[in-house]
Structure formats: structure tokens, C-alpha cells
T-cell receptor, first 113, second 110 residues
Framework: DGGITQSPKYLFRKEGQNVTLSCEQN?????MYWYRQDPGQGLRLIYY???????QKGDIAEGYSVSREKKESFPLTVTSAQKNPTAFYLC????????????FGSGTRLTVV | QKEVEQNSGPLSVPEGAIASLNCTYS??????FFWYRQYSGKSPELIMF????GDKEDGRFTAQLNKASQYVSLLIRDSQPSDSATYLC??????????FGAGTTVTVRA
């Protein structure tokens, strides 16, 4: 079945640690996106990539980094520079210039301990 | 001014009633409009999209678009407890990225 997979489902980070969230899709979509959602809030764009080996900052990129070495994969690293990383992280992908919208993964809930 | 604005809610409707959700957008050049449903603790799932002015019906859901007024709405007929969720309005911009509203939380009471 085609879809988009995020792992892990839950992640705990200690102060000062970098952590990487995985996002893999087998939908043959060109574009991939990372969003952050805080309780009771909407989606805020962190980074996006519309083609392999290229990515752009979104609205809240500070403290995050990404790579897009393969079409299927778009991992997000939450660095120690991100001072308030506790949130629900959503990865999405889109084909056809996003004219049919995004497909979302199931999300990763990151908590600082 | 926010790009996509929704009534924040919460919206409480009795079972069997019609739930009406509204969304306005600022980019007059937007061409594609989407409604996502998000259950608590889950990821958003696409329930409707609309490109042309007028109404589009899919089961108990009807999306309405008025580009002149920059307004898109979602009607949920015969509301069920399983419709209790947050509904996100999204608009596709010319840079092929979706802009999301903050969402409207709907509670269907039995």
C-alpha cells in the first residue's frame, strides 16, 4: 500500500540533544513538508522540499535542519538550538504541484525530558 | 492579516443537525481549496477539495466556494458523534504550498 510513514511515534529528548525524525513515502511524490503543531494550534511550516537535493525554509526553521538525498525520504533533525521543541511533528507529501492536497504521515510526538 | 482564517469555535451541534464551518482567505489568486479533518492526537486527513465556484457534495459533506468573496465553507449534514474533530481549511497558493487555518473544533452532542 502506498503511504507516508513517520517514525518513531513518540520521542523523548534530553536537554542539549539533537534528535532526528524519520519520514518516508512510497507515493512517488516530488514534494515533502514538515509541520509543527502545538496544542490547540494550527500547523506551522518548518521546511519543505519540492525536488531532491533542494529544500527551503518555512516559517519557523530556526533550530531545525533537513536533508533530501532521496525522493522517498525527508528526515528532520531537531537541534539543541531549538529551545522549545515539545510538539507534534507532521510530515506530508504531495504530487502534481499539490493540486490534490497533501498526504500526511501519522506524526511524531516529541517531548523534552 | 492571516492568510487563512477560520471561526475558532468550538462549535457544538446536536446529533442529526447541520454543522457549518467557515473559512476566508486573503490571496485572491488561490485556485484550490481543501478541508481536512483531524481527530485529537491524530494527523489530518483530507475529506474534501474544491476548485470551482459553487457547491461540491460528497456523502454528508458539502463544500461551498465563492471566489469573489474569498470564502469557502463546509457543511456536515446529519452530524454524528464520529464527526467530532477539528476541521482545517487549507488554500493552495501560487508557490504550490498549502496555507492552513487554525482549525475549528466541532463537538456533536448525543
Amino acid at each position: 500500500d502506498g503511504g507516508i510513514t513517520q517514525s518513531p511515534k513518540y520521542l523523548f529528548r534530553k536537554e542539549g540533544q539533537n534528535v532526528t525524525l524519520s519520514c518516508e513515502q512510497n507515493l512517488n511524490h516530488d514534494a515533502m513538508y514538515w509541520y509543527r503543531q502545538d496544542p490547540g494550534q494550527g500547523l506551522r511550516l518548518i521546511y519543505y522540499s519540492q525536488i531532491v537535493n533542494d529544500f527551503q525554509k518555512g516559517d519557523i526553521a530556526e533550530g531545525y535542519s533537513v536533508s533530501r538525498e532521496k525522493k522517498e525520504s525527508f528526515p528532520l533533525t531537531v537541534t539543541s538550538a531549538q529551545k522549545n521543541p515539545t510538539a507534534f511533528y507532521l510530515c506530508a507529501s504531495a504530487g502534481g504541484l499539490a493540486s490534490y492536497g497533501y498526504t500526511f504521515g501519522s506524526g511524531t510526538r516529541l517531548t523534552v525530558v | 492579516q492571516k492568510e487563512v482564517e477560520q471561526n475558532s469555535g468550538p462549535l457544538s451541534v446536536p446529533e442529526g443537525a447541520i454543522a457549518s464551518l467557515n473559512c476566508t482567505y486573503s490571496d485572491r489568486g488561490s485556485q484550490s481549496f481543501f478541508w481536512y479533518r483531524q481527530y485529537s492526537g491524530k494527523s489530518p486527513e483530507l475529506i474534501m477539495f474544491i476548485y470551482s465556484n459553487g457547491d461540491k457534495e460528497d456523502g454528508r459533506f458539502t463544500a461551498q466556494l465563492n471566489k469573489a468573496s474569498q470564502y469557502v465553507s463546509l457543511l456536515i449534514r446529519d452530524s454524528q458523534p464520529s464527526d467530532s474533530a477539528t476541521y482545517l481549511c487549507a488554500v493552495l497558493a501560487n508557490d504550490y504550498k498549502l496555507s492552513f487555518g487554525a482549525g475549528t473544533t466541532v463537538t456533536v452532542r448525543a
